[in-house]
């Protein structure tokens, strides 16, 4: 190795990056899958990304099977928080449904969940984690300067994480910055159900322009969010979730040959804000209607399902089809995705949320099996599914459409005929999307 070549490759290896995250093994669902995996592949591509986490967070899913895609020499960095959120839960238990952004709706608020909602809506702007922001600024200025790091990523939600980039940026103007948002601020579903006074929405649009406008880059992981944000003045990027190579095991893809049962599985946490009435009821009809489908048919739950939506499909015809698995890791869980037929996606049915792409949905297109995904009209999501010819995409409004496709899918796997091939899925592997960001940076 020349002299010049060794300096070029130490120079490399001197390229830091600070990643600011709430969300970090042993911390589960899909939240927490973007940055470990962006910090598994980043090395290749010439950065040492370095976290900061928390050190006692308080997470609303465990999942110790990502730990094992914790690089071995990534260096992390915890530092303690104080949350409000063990205080919460004793008043109201339902109050765990909030750590991920879950909220009973209409008739189903008590008295209690609709008081919780507004003391989170106005009383911590923009979220309960606000209280780690000013130790945090005040513990990395001094780190950023010991370590000679010039790059921060911060992710959100929670979005506090994007208050403390900013502290950092206005501290250190030449800090390059990137906010990532895995989902929006103020243009998520959820925030209208808030109960926000004129006051507290003004805060919360207020900080959401403010990082908008100092950060660097933003990046979203929709094209629609991407063009919103750059129509409220951030210089926006998209790089979509994706799906690990890594994880998707040739014996575990094989099993999905040898099940018995048409199983149409739902992967992950459903609240009552995406639940899709609409497929309960057409599942409903099939089984009443046709024997063959009901003598085949299993609907299976991997993950959190709301009690609520849970308890109105037992009480339904479709009571002796269910299989709840629960929550269980993520190794498990991709293995599930590999044992069913179809696949099941939902999101919010509000136009506001048709940017919104469901992690998940990448490595449902990892296992090349068909998915069935319900939304906005026109979303993101169903652009996906079209460009990879991967499945379908509803409105919460269609009816004999999804009965139909849902037929004709079964008609499939009763001749054996499933295995539809999908497309153009290599471009959302994550080890390609790490190599979109390094670009970037």
């Known amino acids: 190795m020349t002299k010049n070549a060794g300096f070029r490759l130490k120079f490399m290896e001197d390229k830091k990056i600070l990643i600011i995250t709430y969300y970090w ?6 939240g927490v899958q973007r940055w470990l995996k962006f910090a598994k592949y980043l090395p290749g591509f010439g950065w040492k990304p370095i976290i900061y986490t928390p050190e006692n967070p308080s997470y609303p899913l465990l999942d110790e099977s990502l730990m094992k895609d914790i690089p071995k ?17 004793k008043l109201n238990k339902s109050n765990k449904k909030f750590k991920a952004g879950q909220f009973d709706v209409g008739a189903n608020q008590s008295w209690k969940s609709k008081l919780s909602i507004w003391v989170r809506g106005n009383f911590f702007i923009p979220d309960a984690r606000v209280f780690w922001v000013k130790p945090s600024t005040e513990f990395l200025e001094k780190y950023l300067k010991e370590n000679n790091i010039d790059t921060v990523v911060t992710s959100g939600p929670p979005h506090s994480m994007h208050l ?24 998520i579903s959820y925030y209208k159900h ?33 063009e919103n944000f750059r129509k409220n003045g951030a210089n926006a990027v998209c790089i979509t979730n994706g799906f690990d190579e890594a994880d998707s095991k040739p014996e575990t893809v094989k099993l999905a040959e040898t099940h018995a049962k048409f199983t149409l599985s739902y992967i992950g946490v459903l609240e009552q804000l995406r639940n899709p009435e609409n497929l ?16 085949n048919f299993s609907l299976k739950f991997v993950g959190r ?36 037929s179809l696949l099941l996606i939902t999101n919010f049915p509000g136009e506001a949320s048709k940017g919104i792409i469901p992690g ?47 037929l004709n899918t079964f008609e499939l796997w009763k001749n054996g005929d499933l295995s539809q091939s999908t497309q153009n899925i290599e471009q959302f592997s994550r080890k390609n999307l790490t190599k979109q960001l390094s670009e970037i940076l």
Not at 167 to 177: I, Q
Not at 197 to 215: G, I, M, P, Q
Request: glycine share 4%; proline share 3%; hydrophobic share 35%.
């Open 194 to 226: 808030l109960k926000l006074t004129n006051r507290s929405d003004k805060k919360h649009r207020f900080l959401e322009s403010e990082v908008f406008k100092n950060a660097d880059i933003t990046l979203a992981t929709s094209y629609t969010d991407a």
């Open 360 to 406: 998940k949905i990448f490595e449902y297109l990892a296992t090349g099996k068909q998915i069935i995904s319900f939304g906005p009209k026109e979303a993101d999501v169903s652009k996906i599914l079209n460009e990879t010819n991967a499945g379908r995409h509803f409105s919460y409004h269609d009816s004999e459409e999804v009965e139909d496709f849902i």
């Open 25 to 30: 093994p042993p911390a589960g669902g899909p």
């Open 73 to 89: 020499d990534l260096e992390i960095v915890k530092t303690k928080i104080w949350e409000p959120y063990q205080l919460a839960e």
């Open 280 to 295: 309960w009821k057409a599942l409903e009809h099939l089984v009443q209607k046709n024997s063959d489908f009901a003598e």
């Open 305 to 340: 399902i709301d009690d609520k939506i849970l308890n109105a499909i037992e009480n339904s015809v479709l009571k002796s089809h269910i299989l709840n698995l629960g929550y269980v890791s993520h190794d498990k869980a991709v293995e599930e995705m590999a044992k069913s």
């Open 164 to 187: 403390i980039g900013l502290n950092l940026k206005k501290k250190f103007s030449e800090l390059k910055w990137v906010a990532d948002f895995r989902d929006p601020w103020t243009e």
